[in-house]
């Protein structure tokens, strides 16, 4: 099991200057709204995966009126105590391990794992298929790092690969570099494809398996992955598409616009779920993530719970305690308005910390 115990923020977000403990299994994060739990919890998240759950602008994670930030946590790998430090400063970001600088900032992702849970990920259901790429994108990062790597390589390409598409209204160019950038893209393409789809012949029993348990129900869950690859390969597209990616100045076909369907007892659950089948199809993804990762990385991740129980009946709460206080779960870092109702539910006697804002 991976654990962190101590963490220290400088300047990052509301936070001018502070050091938290995290001493027990559970550590409730106590405040009132606007305190910074939540941004305290995005700290962990940070030194996870050098970056914050909530924005992708890292100056957002700067405190207001400075230049910059750092966060220090002292964690647990395989036994082994490890001083994890990020600094971002000016556009550059710095990520130590032990005092080391890493040569890339990459080869800390899969270190350490964090699930998060926090209010807004119903948009990961209701939301565009970009946010659904993200996560699994996220997930497959983690677990395969030559995907990691083919992931950042297609993604440069497209890029490359647009701007050849718009330069072509200016001047003519030739064709060989188009010829380049279409064997990269359908390379790096096919192996995200078939990762994309092998992942989730593993995950979806780990889904079905959380719903029913958090529901009691036995309704199916079924999530189908649509890709333009499982038509033809992409290179086929590339060159069947040109004219169009011509028209448009962009690529139009790829797995840079695959998607996921998820649904319920055979309805998709965007258009048709309920909002409690939404929330337990939720709690049930983000559940099964961290499974998958538990079991491709053999170590157990980081849970956080930001304001969770705020948006459960009791029934799924106490369904979710049952499953986040079992063995298959390590430690659990979540926030909450009140410390008495964290209290209630995890019941007397319960090895609960807290850390009031």
Same mark, same amino acid.
Not at 139 to 152: G, H, N, P, T
């Given at each position: 099991?991976?654990?962190?115990?101590?963490?220290?923020?400088?300047?990052?977000?509301?936070?001018?200057?502070?050091?938290?403990?995290?001493?027990?299994?559970?550590?409730?994060? @106590?405040?009132?709204?606007?305190?910074?739990?939540?941004?305290?919890?995005?700290?962990?998240?940070?030194?996870?995966?050098?970056?914050?759950?909530?924005?992708?602008?890292?100056?957002?994670?700067?405190?207001?009126?400075?230049?910059?930030?750092?966060? +220090?946590?002292?964690?647990?790998?395989?036994?082994?105590?490890?001083?994890?430090?990020?600094?971002?400063?000016?556009?550059?970001?710095?990520?130590?391990?032990?005092?080391?600088?890493?040569?890339?900032?990459?080869?800390?992702?899969?270190?350490?794992?964090?699930?998060?849970?926090?209010?807004?990920?119903?948009?990961?259901?209701?939301?565009?298929?970009?946010?659904?790429?993200?996560?699994?994108?996220?997930?497959?990062?983690? /677990?395969?790092?030559?995907?990691?790597?083919?992931?950042?390589?297609?993604?440069?390409?497209?890029?490359?690969?647009?701007?050849?598409?718009?330069?072509?209204?200016?001047?003519?160019?030739?064709?060989?570099?188009?010829?380049?950038?279409? @064997?990269?893209?359908?390379?790096?393409? +096919?192996?995200?494809?078939?990762?994309?789809?092998?992942?989730?012949?593993?995950?979806?029993?780990?889904?079905? *398996?959380?719903?029913?348990?958090?529901?009691?129900?036995?309704?199916?869950?079924?999530? @189908?992955?649509?890709?333009?690859?499982?038509?033809?390969?992409?290179?086929?597209?590339?060159?069947?598409?040109?004219?169009?990616?011509?028209?448009?100045?962009?690529?139009?076909?790829?797995?840079?616009? *695959? *998607?996921?369907?998820?649904?319920?007892?055979?309805?998709?659950?965007?258009?048709?779920?309920?909002?409690?089948?939404?929330?337990?199809?939720?709690?049930?993804?983000?559940?099964?993530?961290?499974?998958?990762?538990?079991?491709?990385?053999?170590?157990?991740?980081?849970?956080?719970?930001?304001?969770?129980?705020?948006?459960?009946?009791?029934?799924?709460?106490?369904?979710?305690?049952?499953?986040?206080?079992?063995?298959?779960?390590?430690?659990?870092?979540?926030?909450?308005?009140? /410390?008495?109702?964290?209290?209630?539910?995890?019941?007397?006697?319960?090895?609960?910390?807290?850390?009031?804002?």
């Amino acid at each position: 099991m991976n654990s962190i115990h101590k963490i220290s923020l400088f300047q990052f977000r509301n936070y001018a200057s502070a050091s938290f403990d995290f001493t027990g299994p559970v550590t409730c994060i @106590a405040g009132l709204n606007g305190s910074g739990k939540t941004n305290l919890l995005d700290a962990v998240y940070y030194l996870c995966y050098t970056k914050s759950y909530f924005t992708s602008f890292q100056q957002n994670c700067v405190q207001a009126g400075m230049d910059g930030f750092r966060v +220090t946590g002292e964690f647990t790998r395989d036994g082994r105590k490890e001083v994890i430090s990020a600094k971002w400063r000016g556009g550059k970001k710095e990520i130590t391990a032990n005092g080391t600088e890493y040569e890339k900032i990459t080869d800390h992702i899969g270190r350490y794992s964090a699930v998060m849970i926090a209010p807004d990920d119903t948009e990961l259901v209701n939301g565009s298929s970009e946010l659904r790429r993200k996560w699994m994108d996220g997930i497959l990062s983690q /677990a395969d790092k030559v995907y990691f790597e083919k992931l950042i390589l297609y993604q440069r390409v497209l890029l490359q690969r647009n701007a050849w598409l718009k330069a072509q209204a200016f001047r003519a160019t030739d064709n060989a570099e188009l010829d380049f950038y279409d @064997a990269q893209m359908a390379a790096g393409g +096919t192996y995200i494809y078939e990762q994309r789809k092998a992942f989730l012949q593993d995950f979806l029993p780990l889904l079905n *398996d959380f719903y029913h348990r958090l529901t009691g129900g036995h309704e199916p869950v079924e999530v @189908a992955y649509n890709s333009d690859l499982s038509i033809k390969p992409l290179n086929e597209w590339l060159a069947q598409n040109l004219e169009y990616d011509l028209r448009y100045q962009r690529t139009l076909r790829g797995v840079h616009k *695959d *998607d996921w369907d998820f649904s319920v007892n055979g309805l998709q659950l965007r258009q048709f779920g309920s909002q409690g089948q939404k929330k337990s199809f939720l709690f049930a993804l983000k559940l099964a993530q961290y499974a998958y990762l538990s079991k491709v990385q053999g170590h157990l991740p980081i849970l956080l719970l930001d304001d969770i129980f705020e948006k459960l009946d009791q029934n799924r709460m106490e369904a979710l305690l049952r499953i986040i206080r079992s063995p298959d779960f390590g430690q659990v870092i979540l926030t909450d308005t009140h /410390a008495g109702r964290i209290s209630e539910a995890f019941g007397a006697g319960a090895n609960v910390d807290y850390i009031h804002l």
